[in-house]
């Protein structure tokens, strides 16, 4: 099926700034950058890989070729590079305008709580992207800072859910994300607020740091997540406080009636665990009687555990299924990828998202790769009799735009 004139509602990714070549890299006419600097920002490490690495991979060896088709010029790593930057330093809103169009792009969803050079504003966005977006909150931030400066559990407490209030209300969020699989990962507890300050006040009686204060973004050859934080955050106290907060926020979740997102899969450098972070690590607390109401997002289709997010999605009636960093992270293995989440996961819950971050072609690659790899597995769906073509069609409207568009009201 050829997929490429669908329009593309991108639910899942984080800000970038528009006039900078890489999240953590300098301005694009900045000495010194060469293909490298470009083509690191593909990898799934905080640690810059080697060259040799990231050059050898399918996937970048793929995004060369169909770039250089782009932009008229031979796949070449250098000489895309000179051509890319040329581009995209005389007119970085033109050259995002031309990988939105040829990816058809016209909404999408930022987590504006990840890592990034400096701060990028949201007019900045507004000013550089050529579609409309929506944003989404990442609780951390405000854990973290709780964590840092520990002020009275209940005045905590307060302070968490009025940035959650604040974040729906003022700045109109349309869902709220946790990306604990990073601290304590994903088997959360749920805790009777007793516990949970008990916990707390024993946190705030330690002498032993708890985390870092938030800090300046991290360098080009700084972790984005420290080893000394993760770890800590792995004591029995740290873990309860980190669950409670985690579904007091599932609760305003509900009561805001928006969807809540959690990090699953894949994650990036050397010191996070993926295992815990497997989506099947989540039944606990998807099972709760007072949570089952809650809308819940299954970010990154648990890549590389799809079958199992699909398995929750079907299991589950308020489960829904993010496929943002497998596509494009898997590479050649998109087309079986997203088959293997069809074996249970319904199709009105999956929704496409690129996880994009840093660089504008990542945003571009995946939606372009998507619908090539989407409409492999929807044809091998219909040559089987498993689908009609009608069918599949409707499927691939709903997956790449429908979906989204209905769980987080985007036409509201």
């Not at 450098?269 to 998807?286: I, K, T």
């Not at 799809?306 to 998109?334: Q, R, T």
């Not at 939606?367 to 040559?383: H, W």
Request: some cysteine.
């Amino acid at each position: 099926m050829d997929l490429s004139r669908l329009k593309v509602v991108d639910g899942f990714g984080h800000l970038f700034d528009p006039v900078r070549s890489g999240e953590r890299g300098g301005l694009v006419a900045d000495a010194g950058r060469d293909f490298y600097s470009f083509a690191r920002e593909w990898s799934v490490a905080t640690f810059h890989p080697t060259r040799d690495r990231m050059e050898e991979t399918v996937l970048l060896r793929r995004v060369v070729r169909e770039l250089a088709a782009l932009l008229g010029c031979e796949p070449d790593p250098e000489t895309l590079r000179s051509v890319r930057d040329q581009r995209y330093l005389a007119d970085p809103r033109r050259y995002i305008q031309e990988l939105w169009s040829s990816a058809g792009i016209e909404m999408m969803l930022f987590d504006t709580g990840s890592p990034t050079v400096g701060e990028v504003s949201l007019d900045l966005m507004r000013r550089n992207l050529p579609c409309e977006f929506r944003t989404i909150h990442r609780i951390e931030a405000a854990i973290h800072e709780l964590l840092a400066t520990t002020p009275p559990f209940h005045d905590g407490l307060r302070a968490f859910t009025d940035s959650i209030d604040r974040a729906v209300l003022e700045d109109r969020v349309v869902g709220l994300k946790s990306v604990g699989s990073y601290f304590t990962g994903l088997d959360v507890e749920v805790f009777d607020e007793s516990v949970a300050k008990r916990a707390y006040e024993a946190l705030r009686a330690s002498t032993d740091p708890r985390i870092k204060p938030l800090g300046p973004p991290p360098g080009p050859d700084e972790p984005i997540f420290t080893e000394s934080a993760v770890r800590h955050l792995v004591s029995h106290d740290g873990k309860i406080v980190r669950d409670f907060f985690f579904t007091v926020a599932m609760r305003k979740a509900l009561e805001h009636d928006i969807p809540f997102l959690i990090h699953t899969g894949l994650g990036g450098g050397p010191y996070y665990d993926m295992n815990r972070a497997h989506p099947l690590l989540l039944h606990d607390v998807l099972a709760d009687d007072d949570l089952r109401p809650v809308k819940v997002v299954i970010v990154h289709g648990g890549y590389p555990w799809p079958e199992e997010s699909g398995y929750l999605a079907n299991h589950f009636d308020n489960v829904y299924v993010d496929i943002g960093e497998m596509f494009p992270m898997a590479g050649p293995g998109m087309t079986r990828r997203f088959s293997t989440l069809l074996e249970m996961a319904p199709t009105n819950k999956i929704m496409y998202g690129s996880d994009g971050f840093g660089i504008p072609e990542i945003f571009w690659f995946a939606a372009v790769q998507g619908k090539r790899a989407i409409g492999s597995a929807l044809d091998e769906l219909i040559s089987d009799e498993w689908l009609t073509e009608r069918e599949a069609w409707r499927i691939a409207e709903s997956i790449f735009s429908a979906n989204a568009r209905r769980l987080y009201r985007l036409d509201n």
